[in-house]
């Protein structure tokens, strides 16, 4: 059974940092991309960024946002910096059974996280 828990999450000040987590189990998690998405209230769910061989990052967090990745850890780790107050969303870890082609939308992720929720307070 396939688990992705994130953490991490919390109310930060803009122009601050925060770093969320996700704890992958019941996959070969080497063989996945692992991604982060975010769902603000009222819109749709976004793609943010991505991490296979290779990194891949919407434009609106390129900069800003690194995605990494510990194999050994099965953890995959989303830093966030220079936040904005409409980064406030909720923050959600996928796993797609390919290394690439890097997918964007959520369609093309196989297993999703519960989310955590992330607050920029201008």
């Known amino acids: 059974q396939v688990q992705l828990v994130e953490s991490g999450g919390g109310l930060v000040q803009a122009g601050g940092s925060l770093r969320v987590t996700c704890a992958a189990s019941g996959l070969t998690f080497s063989s996945y991309t692992m991604a982060w998405f975010r769902q603000a209230p009222g819109k749709e769910r976004e793609f943010i960024a991505a991490i296979s061989w290779i990194t891949y990052y919407a434009d609106s967090v390129k900069g800003r946002f690194t995605i990494s990745r510990d194999n050994a850890k099965n953890t995959v780790y989303l830093q966030m910096s220079s936040l904005k107050p409409e980064d406030t969303a909720v923050y959600y870890c996928?796993?797609?059974?390919?290394?690439?082609?890097?997918?964007?939308?959520?369609?093309?992720?196989?297993?999703w996280g519960q989310g955590t929720q992330v607050t920029v307070s201008s």
């Open positions: 996928a796993a797609r059974k390919a290394r690439l082609p890097i997918v964007t939308t959520q369609h093309g992720y196989d297993y």
